[in-house]
Antibody, heavy 126, light 107 residues
Framework: EVQLVEFGGGLVQPGGSLRLSCAAS????????MHWVRQAPGKGLEWVAR????????DYADSVEGRFTVSRDNAKTTVFLQMDSLRAGDTAVYYC???????????????????WGQGTLVTVSS | VVLTQSPGTLSLSPGERATLSCRAS???????LAWFQQKPGQAPRLLIY???SRATGIPDRFSGSESGTDFTLTISRLEPEDFAVYYC?????????FGQGTKVEIK
C-alpha cells in the first residue's frame, strides 16, 4: 500500500526556518518525481516544488524560489522541504505528492499526481 | 499558464448533472491536465488525468473532456458524496498550476 506521511510542521516566527519531511512507503521511491503542494487556510491548492527521481532537477514556484529547497534521500525514501525566511503568507497545510510519469503505446506522455499525504500544518506568526 | 475555473460555486441537488469548466490562458498539453476532488480536512483525490482518463477506482459518472484550451469535468448524476471542491491542474514549462477551484454544494 502506497503511503506518504508528512511531519515537521508547527509554529514558527516570521523570518524563521522549518524543515518538513515526507516519508514514503509501499512503492519504489526512486522511480518517481516527488512534489510539495500547499493550501492556505480556506484557500485553494498551490504547487510549491518538485524534485526528480535522483535529486535533480528541482523546480520551484515563484513565490518560494530562493527561500525553499527541496531534496530527497532515496535510501531513506524521504523527501524534504527546507523552508527559510518564512513569511505569514507561507502559513498553510503542506502536502507531499507522488507523480506518475509514463507514456502509452501511442507515444503520448502523461503526468499526474496519484497519491498525496495527509498534510502537515505550518503556521508563521509572531 | 493560468487556469480559470467556473463557476466558483455550483448549487445542485443529488441526481442532477454537474458541469465544471477549466479554461487555460494559453495552449496546454491535454495529457498533463488533471482533475482532483477535495473534501474538508482531506487531501485531494485524483479523479481524471490526461484530460479524460479516469483514475483507478473512480466511478464512471465522472468524465472529462476538452475543446482547445477549455476543459470540462462532468458528473452525470450527483451522489451525496460528490459534494466537494474540485480543482483542475496542468503542467507546462517545468511548473505545475492549479485552478482556483469550484465548490459543488447541495442546493
Amino acid at each position: 500500500e502506497v503511503q506518504l506521511v508528512e511531519f515537521g510542521g508547527g509554529l514558527v516566527q516570521p523570518g524563521g526556518s522549518l524543515r518538513l519531511s515526507c516519508a514514503a512507503s509501499g512503492f519504489t521511491f526512486s522511480d518517481h518525481w516527488m512534489h510539495w503542494v500547499r493550501q492556505a487556510p480556506g484557500k485553494g491548492l498551490e504547487w510549491v516544488a518538485r524534485i526528480g527521481q535522483h535529486g535533480s532537477p528541482t523546480d520551484y514556484a515563484d513565490s518560494v524560489e530562493g527561500r525553499f529547497t527541496v531534496s530527497r534521500d532515496n535510501a531513506k525514501t524521504t523527501v524534504f522541504l527546507q523552508m527559510d525566511s518564512l513569511r505569514a503568507g507561507d502559513t498553510a497545510v503542506y502536502y507531499c505528492a507522488r507523480e506518475i510519469y509514463f507514456h502509452d503505446s501511442s507515444g503520448y506522455y502523461y503526468r499526474f499526481f496519484d497519491y498525496w499525504g495527509q498534510g502537515t500544518l505550518v503556521t508563521v506568526s509572531s | 499558464v493560468v487556469l480559470t475555473q467556473s463557476p466558483g460555486t455550483l448549487s445542485l441537488s443529488p441526481g442532477e448533472r454537474a458541469t465544471l469548466s477549466c479554461r487555460a490562458s494559453q495552449s496546454v498539453s491535454s495529457s498533463y491536465l488533471a482533475w482532483f476532488q477535495q473534501k474538508p480536512g482531506q487531501a485531494p483525490r485524483l479523479l481524471i488525468y490526461g484530460a479524460s482518463s479516469r483514475a483507478t477506482g473512480i466511478p464512471d459518472r465522472f468524465s472529462g473532456s476538452e475543446s482547445g484550451t477549455d476543459f470540462t469535468l462532468t458528473i452525470s448524476r450527483l451522489e451525496p458524496e460528490d459534494f466537494a471542491v474540485y480543482y483542475c491542474q496542468q503542467f507546462a514549462n517545468s511548473q505545475w498550476t492549479f485552478g482556483q477551484g469550484t465548490k459543488v454544494e447541495i442546493k
